[in-house]
C-alpha cells in the first residue's frame, strides 16, 4: 500500500464517486496542423505511449483541480487542430474489476495498464460519463494514460473510476505524481484561479430541480405537467398560427428521388426554407413514410442533404452512432436554418443533434455509410489544409 501522504482520495461530487482531480499534462502536438486532428489522434507522439510511465518535470505539467472535476484544458493549449496527453496514477488496495467513465471534448484514446481500453473519434460537446468501460485494476498501482482531440471550441475532459456497478472503490487512491517521483505540485498548483473552470463546476453540478426521477405512471403524470408550464414559459410566447403559404424556389433531381427547396411561413411576416425529398415515382394515392429531420446547428443541414453535392457525406449522419440511410420511398422533411439567439456556431463540424427523429421502417442503419462519411472529412480537412499551405505560399 502506498504511503498515504503521497495518494489523495478520489473526489465524489453529489452522488458521483471517484472523479481523478490530480493529472500530469503533456503537449499540445500537431500544432503545425499537418495533419487533422483525427489523425493525430491516432499517432503516438510519445514513443510508445501506451507504455509511457511520465513524471512531473521537462514535458509533464502536474495539474490538480481545487474543486469540481472538470479539466479545461484550453487553460493550457490555445490552439486548434491538436491533440496532448494527460496521465495519472491510482493506488487499488486488491485487483479488482472497474468501471471507468469519461467525458470528453473531443475525441479521445484511452489506455490502462499499457492496454488500449477505448477511442473515439468524435468532435463533440462535454458530457460527464458520455462513454463507460469496465476494467480490471491491479493491486496497488494503476497508470492511466488519456489522449484528447482538440478540432474546435472548448477543450476538456472528466473522468472518475467506479466499481461495476458505480459506487465508489474503499481504498482508491490517487498519486501526486509518478509513484517513485520525490517532488509533489509546486506551492498553488491546487489553487482554481479560471473562472471557466469554476463555472463549468457550477454547471455541471447545480441541482436539477426538475430532473426526471419518475417511478410510476402518476409520478410521470405530476412531472409532466410541472415540466411543461416551466418549458412553456421559459420558450416565451409562441407565434401566431397562419398559412403556410409553400413556394418552390429550386428543384434538383437524381435517377430515384427529388429534393425541392421551400418556403415557408412560420409565422406572420417570416418565413424559412426546408428541404423535402421524395421519389421520382409515387403511386397514385398512395401515403409514403416520413422522416422528420431535426438537426443542430452548423454543418447539420448539410449532414442530411449534402448528398447532392458531396458523394462523401450521407444524409442523418449521428455523431456518435451508425447513420441513418434513407430509402427511395421514403419522404424526408427537414428544416434548412435553425433559428436560434445564442450566437453562431463557428465550428466547422456540427453541434450534436437537437430534437428527435421520428423515421420510418424503411430508414436502415448503415453502418458502410459512417466509415464513408468519415473517410470523407479526413479528406475536406487534407484538402483545407492543401488549400491553406497553397495561400500561405
Not at 474489476?97 to 468524435?122: C, H, K, M, P
Not at 455509410?369 to 487534407?382: D, P, R, S
Amino acid at each position: 500500500m502506498a504511503d498515504s501522504t503521497r495518494t489523495v482520495p478520489l473526489r465524489r461530487i453529489e452522488n458521483l464517486p471517484g472523479f481523478v482531480v490530480h493529472w500530469l499534462l503533456c503537449g499540445p502536438f500537431n500544432q503545425d496542423g499537418k495533419l487533422s486532428s483525427c489523425r493525430a489522434l491516432k499517432k503516438d507522439y510519445l514513443g510508445g505511449e501506451a507504455k509511457a510511465r511520465p513524471r512531473a518535470g521537462h514535458d509533464w505539467q502536474p495539474f490538480t483541480l481545487r474543486e469540481g472535476f472538470i479539466v479545461n484544458l484550453r487553460r493550457f493549449y490555445t490552439a486548434q487542430g491538436i491533440v496532448s496527453s494527460a496521465a495519472a496514477y491510482l493506488d487499488c488496495p486488491q485487483a479488482q474489476t472497474a468501471r471507468i467513465l469519461l467525458g470528453s471534448d473531443d475525441g479521445f484514446a484511452l489506455y490502462l495498464n499499457g492496454t488500449r481500453v477505448g477511442s473515439l473519434d468524435v468532435h463533440r460537446g462535454l458530457g460527464v460519463d458520455s462513454d463507460g468501460f469496465d476494467v480490471s485494476l491491479k493491486k496497488e498501482t494503476n497508470a492511466i494514460l488519456l489522449k484528447i482531440e482538440q478540432n474546435h471550441g472548448a477543450y476538456e475532459f472528466c473522468l472518475r473510476v467506479t466499481d461495476p456497478v458505480g459506487k465508489g472503490i474503499r481504498g482508491l487512491r490517487a498519486y501526486l505524481d509518478h509513484p517513485r517521483a520525490k517532488n509533489t505540485d509546486p506551492p498553488g498548483a491546487a489553487r482554481t484561479v479560471s473562472g471557466y473552470e469554476y463555472l463549468s463546476h457550477k454547471f455541471a453540478t447545480a441541482e436539477h430541480k426538475l430532473a426526471f426521477r419518475a417511478k410510476t405512471r402518476p409520478q410521470y403524470r405530476a412531472w409532466r405537467r410541472k415540466f411543461l408550464a416551466r418549458f412553456k414559459t421559459l420558450l416565451g410566447p409562441l407565434p401566431k398560427s397562419c398559412p403556410l403559404k409553400p413556394q418552390v424556389t429550386e428543384e434538383i433531381s437524381t435517377e430515384n428521388f427529388r429534393r425541392r427547396r421551400v418556403l415557408i411561413d412560420l409565422e406572420p411576416g417570416f418565413s424559412i426554407p426546408c428541404f423535402i425529398t421524395m421519389p421520382m415515382r409515387i403511386p397514385k394515392a398512395e401515403k409514403l413514410p416520413a422522416v422528420l429531420c431535426l438537426h443542430g446547428h452548423g454543418d447539420g443541414k448539410r449532414d442530411m442533404s449534402a448528398s447532392f453535392s458531396a458523394p462523401n457525406r450521407r444524409p442523418l449522419i449521428a455523431n456518435r452512432m451508425p447513420s441513418l440511410c434513407m430509402q427511395p420511398g421514403d419522404v424526408a422533411f427537414h428544416h434548412l436554418d435553425a433559428v436560434h439567439y445564442s450566437g453562431a456556431n463557428t465550428s466547422p463540424r456540427s453541434r450534436c443533434q437537437i430534437g428527435t427523429s421520428c423515421y420510418s421502417s424503411r430508414a436502415q442503419r448503415d453502418e458502410s455509410a459512417y466509415a464513408e462519411y468519415q473517410k470523407g472529412i479526413n479528406e475536406l480537412h487534407e484538402e483545407k489544409l492543401l488549400n491553406a499551405d497553397k495561400e500561405n505560399r
